[in-house]
């Protein structure tokens, strides 16, 4: 496990490093500056050299402005500003032109004052002479290795300006957000990727398509499975991403038409498909409030219908029947001996079919004067699930013919017990 010294710096943390150093190191030269000619400015009188003064004071003023700020804008974003603080930095850039402002309104009022009603006795020296024309040379070189600087960084900053300004993604990094999206096994069809940089920050904008049979919960596991791969390739993005439904290449007719029905706030059962004249016929019962109006689920159906019909391509003749739906509160167990002899009765025509072991865990339950039997059989472990599913239905099928009132029988399988 690496530790935490040998982890690489993040990308803003760095960036914020080598602004407050920046911003340090034009203090530290401003207070030199500043010093040296107020100095000397004060022992000679010179307005000059004063002016030269509260210039290098300004520049002073606005390095610590400027470090101060940069600090700021670094905070997180918090309560009360959820973009984060790096507005400071443009507030910061007010002041220092108000302060800009203030010190060439001094000047002028210093040279006015000199001009008509104040007389100053200029006492010129070696010094004054040593420290205006080093400053000369030194402003000279200086300006010359700063130009230098200046247009390497600033036809940098430049492009990169230009590439904010126009939304400009950089090409490789799209490639690898887009190769580290798809890299997530879930991803059913197409991807959409936008980047953009604000600033210091990236924003990244996803359209991921998840199979629209996947829950709630299943399709939210994906999605944080897409970010954790955007977050891998770019560390410090503000990601958003939209999931949309898509129908996957082995999704089955039956929860194609199961999708559908839910849609509608509606729940399907015994939905069958056949063929009928080489096109896929449907036939499915659906499930509605018992208050809801005949019209109201007729037009309810017509809806299914029509969406069946444009989502699925060639489907044949389409049959809807409508069953109230009952609250899982509905019904009560019976107690009483008719129960229990309904029990008996299931449990000799259970035995009596070869293939069924045994017969247990008989419910008797009563739903809007109906009879529900439930009960859970043991067969041998070695049938098929088409094989115990027709033991099942063949219960079934005896029941209703020999137990009155019976409306219907869940047959539970189990492999006996040797």
Not at 8 to 19: D, F, T
Not at 116 to 124: D, L, N, R
Not at 307 to 324: A, M, S, T
Request: negative net charge; aromatic residues 4%; contains cysteine.
């Amino acid at each position: 496990m690496a530790s935490g010294t040998d982890a690489p710096m993040p990308v803003g943390l760095e960036a914020s490093g080598r602004k407050l150093r920046v911003a340090l190191t034009s203090v530290i030269a401003a207070v030199g500056l500043t010093a040296t000619k107020g100095i000397v400015g004060w022992q000679t009188g010179s307005l000059g050299i004063l002016s030269e003064a509260a210039h290098s004071g300004l520049d002073l003023v606005a390095a610590l402005i400027t470090f101060f700020a940069v600090r700021m804008a670094d905070r997180p974003a918090d309560q009360d500003h959820h973009y984060g603080h790096e507005k400071v930095e443009n507030l910061s850039a007010l002041v220092e032109t108000a302060l800009l402002l203030l010190t060439c309104l001094w000047i002028i009022y210093e040279a006015l004052e000199r001009l008509f009603w104040k007389h100053v006795e200029i006492e010129p020296s070696w010094i004054a002479f040593a420290v205006m024309i080093g400053s000369i040379l030194a402003d000279a070189l200086a300006a010359i290795l700063v130009a230098a600087i200046v247009l390497v960084v600033g036809g940098r900053l430049g492009k990169r300006a230009v590439d904010a300004l126009l939304d400009r993604a950089p090409l490789d990094l799209m490639e690898r957000l887009r190769a580290a999206v798809k890299s997530v096994p879930d991803i059913q069809g197409p991807v959409e990727l936008r980047a953009r940089r604000a600033g210091s920050r990236l924003f990244v904008d996803a359209a991921v398509s998840i199979g629209r049979g996947a829950s709630f919960e299943g399709a939210h596991a994906v999605v944080d499975q897409v970010e954790e791969r955007i977050r891998a390739v770019a560390p410090d993005a503000s990601i958003v991403i939209h999931a949309e439904p898509w129908r996957t290449a082995n999704e089955s007719l039956g929860e194609a038409i199961r999708l559908i029905v839910s849609r509608h706030a509606a729940g399907a059962h015994d939905i069958f498909i056949h063929e009928t004249g080489g096109r896929p016929g449907v036939d499915l019962h659906l499930e509605v409030p018992g208050d809801m109006t005949l019209a109201e689920a007729h037009a309810l159906t017509e809806m299914i219908e029509a969406d069946l019909r444009r989502e699925i391509p060639g489907v044949g003749p389409v049959h809807i029947h409508v069953d109230p739906l009952r609250s899982p509160s509905e019904g009560s167990i019976r107690a009483d001996g008719e129960a229990g002899s309904v029990a008996a009765r299931l449990r000799r025509l259970a035995l009596s079919i070869p293939g069924i072991h045994d017969c247990s865990h008989i419910s008797v339950r009563q739903v809007g004067g109906r009879t529900w039997i439930a009960c859970q059989c043991a067969m041998d472990g070695s049938l098929s699930v088409a094989e115990a599913h027709e033991l099942g239905l063949e219960l079934e099928r005896q029941a209703r013919r020999k137990i009155p009132g019976l409306d219907r029988v869940s047959v539970h399988a189990e492999p006996a017990q040797p």
